[in-house]
């Protein structure tokens, strides 16, 4: 169990048998009484988002969290398949549990696998990629204009704004926590 005085931003608190992390933490101490602790929470789960308000006496579950360094294998239907380098067991983890990045899953790259009760959760994947563009319109000599961007398709499907001085078969970096480009890599 968690005191009052343990909350802070980050931390994963359980509330109805449901993870849920802190993202924003407020302490007030109001003239007269006790202070107050408003959090304002995501749940790990299904990302809904909450605001509570603990008083210093309120206790507060711990969840039953564990993160897993594991690699990922392959894909397998609507499941993707991960495996762990120490004792080769493999985690199946649904295609809706990664939303967006599923797109940027590549063999054999090591992920943080937030495993909770048991069941996986959440993966962090590393936090750049290299991809190839295989669809979009071609660059101009000379546009090389700032902050104007055109629609690119990768080699797994997913769209994405590029600048427009990138062409097809051009390599660039991409950023797995927001799915925006970050530069370019190689040209073709």
């Keep these: 169990m968690y005191s009052c005085q343990d909350l802070r931003k980050g ?3 359980q509330i109805n048998n449901q993870p849920w992390v802190i993202t924003e933490f407020d302490f007030r101490k109001p003239g007269k009484g006790t202070g107050l602790y408003r959090c304002k929470m995501r749940n790990l789960i299904s990302g809904n988002t909450q605001e509570i308000t603990y008083r210093p006496s309120d206790k507060i579950e711990q969840p039953d969290l564990e993160n897993r360094d594991m690699y990922y294998s392959y ?13 080769y067991e493999e985690v199946h983890v649904q295609k809706e549990k990664l939303g ?6 590549l063999p054999d790259a090591f992920c943080e696998i937030l495993f909770f009760n048991g069941e996986a959760i959440d993966i962090e994947l590393p936090i750049f990629i290299e991809k190839e ?3 979009t319109e071609p660059g101009l000599r000379g546009d090389t204009a700032t902050n104007v961007l055109k629609p690119a398709k990768l080699d797994n499907g997913y769209e994405m704004n590029v600048p427009i ?17 970050v530069e370019r890599v190689s040209k073709a």
């Design 11 to 13: 931390l994963k608190i």
């Design 75 to 87: 894909p397998e239907g609507d499941k993707f398949v991960f495996s762990c380098s120490e004792t």
């Design 100 to 105: 967006k990045k599923q797109f940027f899953l």
């Design 133 to 135: 563009i295989t669809e």
């Design 165 to 181: 001085f990138i062409n097809e078969g051009d390599v660039i970096k991409i950023d797995t926590r927001t799915g925006d480009y």
